[in-house]
């Protein structure tokens, strides 16, 4: 399965693409089974909940095979070998389970904030100050009906990716360990609707969140990190050349290259 011209050239300039029905039911009502499962028969302890918001939570079934399918045999990796290159996807090994829960009742949901992924926090596995670009896309499979904003929504920045790109250029990615830069971006955030089986596809330099969730169901998601087999040979290069792993973009919007 491939994207059509016009698709990528959507992603190239505003780096993301919403597919819709990219996954079959079926796929996704066994992945919510697992993640249900795992709720119920495994728990969750308060003190972890900051760690799972910023990890995973489930983390027994990260790497189940109702899990990791959702990527590895749905359209998705065809779809990302269109963009990276035939045989350039490396398989997904595991998810992160995202789930945002309601909000307490009669609460306002606040404005979403964005980030990129890589930053250490303290509470994400690395500490703070400490940097890395570890994939090369996000590819965000929704689970669960969105049909309104601040459902825990899964949000976006467009174009973020091309500002960073000379940003980096100009100051250079080493701004990254003091934390996300404060700057103004050059859209507002969009905050995305959909479906159970929609995907949202996005450049790993693109600005992203989890928007808050003032609705009265758990947001349900799992993400993967989808890595070119060169990203670790290119490694931080990537912040100021970000088309180096998308020689299927490239040869769309740079024809004569």
Known sequence: MDLTPKQKREFYELGYIALRGAIPRIMVDAARQVINHSLGSEGM??????????????????????????????????????????GNVMPAGAAQIALRFPGPLYSVPGEPGGHLDGLGSGSNGMERGVYRRGF????????????????????????????????????????????????????????????????????????????PNGSCNIRYAAIFRARHKDY???GLDAYTDIWREWPGIRAVVEPSA
């Open 45 to 86: 302890n308060k003190d972890d909940l900051p760690t799972f918001r910023a990890q995973s939570y489930c983390r027994d079934a990260q790497r189940h095979p109702a899990i990791t399918n959702l990527f590895n045999r749905s359209p998705i990796l065809p779809i990302l070998e269109s963009m990276f290159g035939e």
């Open 136 to 211: 090369t896309a996000l590819a965000v499979c929704l689970l669960s009906d969105l049909p309104t904003t601040y459902s825990g929504n899964f949000t976006v920045w467009p174009r973020s990716h091309t500002f960073f790109e000379s940003y980096f250029r100009e100051h250079g990615h080493e701004v990254l360990a003091e934390g996300m830069p404060r700057v103004e971006l050059p859209e507002p955030p969009l905050q995305i609707t959909g479906e159970p089986g929609d995907v949202v596809l996005t450049h790993h330099q693109l600005v992203h969140t989890a928007a």
């Open 232 to 234: 670790e040979e290119v």
